[in-house]
């Protein structure tokens, strides 16, 4: 697991809350992926800042509503 339950929780308070937008969470055997809907760049801004705090990175894809995280190598 790369991200505890905590810091997925945090990142959905954090992004509702300055962005009134939904993050969805998957954790699954191919590793752990989001969802947003309709993500700005602002807020894609803020997501790639967030998890480098943390020593990962972001992955979005080509329409920018999925992403998948990775510790930085």
């Not at 308070?13 to 962005?19: L, T």
């Not at 309709?38 to 800042?49: D, G, I, M």
């Amino acid at each position: 697991m790369i991200l505890s339950l905590s810091d997925v929780a945090e990142i959905k308070k954090e992004v509702a809350e300055r962005f009134s937008a939904e993050v969805h969470f998957c954790d699954s055997c191919a590793g752990q992926s989001f969802t947003v809907e309709s993500p700005t760049e602002e807020l894609k801004r803020f997501l790639t800042a967030f998890f480098a705090a943390k020593n990962m990175q972001i992955v979005f894809s080509e329409d920018g509503e999925h992403f998948m995280v990775k510790r930085k190598s």
